[in-house]
């Protein structure tokens, strides 16, 4: 099994390495990572300058890009062969609700999914994470799985509690929960006495009921939640057509045609 790891913490994040090291029984294990921490990168490919490959002294790659340009790079022009899987983590922090929306660690499984690999994105919820082994065994069992019963093309965000291997209650599969909107920036003032912005806190969980991923990791479970990219929201699209069939108030006509 070709197995393709990234991340958005950078190449030198224990998550990383804690990964690599779990995933390795189970096939060639490559591993290209953000040469820094790229956390809140999103699916942003760059697109205004080259990007570099460099090879770290413990053998991982490292590109100077986001996370979604390292497993482009890799599945794209770096490896002869297209791995069989794409995980990304363990990624430092939860990545729950809204928060996938931003997450770089979502992001770099994305890319994989987009490209036709099935992926895995993996995240610690701990704001000072202890259990990196409780992930990477979560990990392996997930890809040992993939490799006996193939995944097909999904994308799996998967959300771990931190909590020592034995106290882990099990793993359900859940929705996405919903935040509420986040908190104020934080104003301040640099040593050179200019205004700078810290953006705030993520708000918190507004919808966090049984079935959602808040939920089960609240409760001791592993959280696995399936994705999907079509952002369409099919069921606005006759309303929005209905609202642009509207004469318009200033009477300069209608900007779409009959409904």
Not at 144 to 164: C, F, K, Q, Y
Not at 174 to 189: C, D, F, N, Q
Not at 219 to 235: E, H, K, M, R, W
Request: proline share 7%; aromatic share 6%; with cysteine.
């Amino acid at each position: 099994m070709r197995i393709l790891l990234s991340n958005d913490d950078g190449y030198f994040s224990p998550g990383l390495e804690a990964l690599a090291a779990a995933l390795a029984p189970y096939g060639e294990v490559t591993v290209v990572a953000p040469e820094r921490d790229r956390s809140g990168a999103s699916n942003s490919l760059t697109l205004d300058r080259p990007l570099m490959l460099r090879r770290a002294p413990n053998g991982f790659w490292f590109v100077n890009g986001t996370p979604s340009d390292c497993v482009h790079l890799a599945v794209t022009g770096m490896l002869e062969i297209a791995p069989d899987i794409v995980v990304s983590g363990i990624n430092l922090g939860a990545n729950m609700g809204d928060d996938t929306i931003y997450s770089g660690t979502v992001a770099a499984a994305m890319e994989g999914y987009l490209l036709g690999v099935p992926a895995i994105a993996i995240s610690l919820v701990s704001k000072n994470p202890q259990s990196f082994v409780t992930a990477a065994w979560v990990a392996a069992r997930l890809v040992e799985r993939a490799s006996s019963v193939p995944l097909g093309r999904l994308l799996l965000n998967v959300n771990v509690p931190d909590l020592p291997l034995a106290e882990l209650k099990g793993i359900q599969v859940t929705r996405l929960g919903r935040r509420h909107k986040a908190e104020a920036v934080i104003r301040s003032t640099n040593p050179r006495g200019e205004t700078v912005y810290w953006v705030g806190p993520a708000g918190k969980a507004a919808d966090a009921g049984e079935g959602t991923d808040f939920y089960a990791v609240e409760n001791g479970y592993v959280s696995v939640t399936p994705l999907q990219i079509d952002l369409t929201d099919y069921g606005s699209m006759t309303m929005v057509a209905k609202w642009l069939a509207q004469p318009a108030s200033s009477g300069r006509g209608e900007i779409y045609g009959p409904v």
